[in-house]
T-cell receptor, first 115, second 116 residues
């Protein structure tokens, strides 16, 4: 089954304790992206990756890191989480088509609470 | 800059009513895609439809229909004979192509509640 998986699905942590949210896709997609969803703000892009070893900042990258060492995986790293990073996080992937306008497949979401 | 506006924050209807969710977008691109996603209470994002900027035909899928009008930069979504299972947050999104990358610019969503 084609899917994007994220782990963990729920996480409660404390300020300053480094954490990683994993994202994996089995569709051989080149493009992967992280979004955060906050009430009243919709979804905003954090980072994206066009392919292995190619990453770039989205709209709200502060406080986050990513890496793309393998095509299928795109982990989101919070080196020193703060309460304002409490949010619902989505990973997405898509093919990198000729025009780039391909449907993005979303993971199930990770609900993060930073105390 | 690309922008998507969903002016209706929350809508509440009674089952079997028809309801239209509005979406207005701004872009300077001539080629772009518009999307609708559904987010039920369980939280996942469910893809509903993609429409490219050159295809202004309305689309119908069961009780769902979409009205794309380039002249007014709108891509509205209508649910006919709404059901309780339609209760969700619905997001309209615009595909932005920048420097070889693609990103979705989302509206803030419309929360639809369908009451029995």
């Amino acid at each position: 089954e084609a899917q994007v998986t994220q782990n963990p699905r729920y996480l409660i942590t404390v300020t300053g304790k480094k954490l990683t949210v994993t994202c994996s896709q089995n569709m051989n997609h080149e493009y992967m992206s992280w979004y955060r969803q906050d009430p009243g703000l919709g979804l905003r892009q954090i980072y994206y990756s066009m392919n292995v070893e190619v990453t770039d900042k989205g709209d709200v990258p502060e406080g986050y890191k990513v890496s793309r060492k393998e095509k299928r995986n795109f982990p989101l790293i919070l080196e020193s989480p703060s309460p304002n990073q409490t949010s619902l996080y989505f990973c997405a992937s898509s093919r990198a088509g000729t025009a780039g306008y391909n449907e993005q497949f979303f993971g199930p979401g990770t609900r993060l609470t930073v105390l | 800059a690309q922008k998507v506006t969903q002016a209706q924050t929350e809508i509440s209807v009674v089952e079997k009513e028809d309801v239209t969710l509005d979406c207005v977008y701004e872009t300077r691109d001539t080629t772009y895609y518009l999307f609708w996603y559904k987010q039920p209470p369980s939280g996942e994002l469910v893809f509903l439809i993609r429409r490219n900027s050159f295809d202004e035909q309305n689309e119908i899928s069961g009780r769902y229909s979409w009205n794309f009008q380039k002249s007014t930069s709108s891509f509205n979504f209508t649910i006919t004979a709404s059901q309780v299972v339609d209760s969700a947050v619905y997001f309209c999104a615009l595909s932005e192509h920048q420097g070889g990358s693609e990103k979705l610019v989302f509206g803030k969503g419309t929360k639809l509640t369908v009451n029995p």
